[in-house]
């Protein structure tokens, strides 16, 4: 159990220093999608994101379907 913590962990570290480098290069907050932006308050609430809701949700619903 202490192993999948710490691999989620190292895993959350990866996804923080992506989008550092997203703010570096200036694409912080564009969906890697459709190239749109990701509203302020999915950025508050999962600062990692890289999809805008839209595309999230379709990128689940295609997942959850196949």
Same mark, same amino acid.
């Given at each position: 159990k202490s192993q999948l913590l710490v691999?989620?962990?190292g895993d959350y570290?990866?996804?923080?220093?992506? #989008?550092? *480098?997203r703010i570096a290069n200036g694409t912080?907050?564009?969906c890697r999608t459709c190239s749109g932006e990701i509203g302020h308050a999915r950025l508050e609430a999962v600062p990692? #994101?890289? *999809?805008?809701i839209e595309c999230k949700s379709k990128r689940e619903q295609e997942s959850q379907s196949a």
């Open positions: 691999q989620r962990g570290l990866d996804y923080l220093n992506e #989008a550092l *480098q912080f907050g564009i990692t #994101a890289t *999809q805008c």
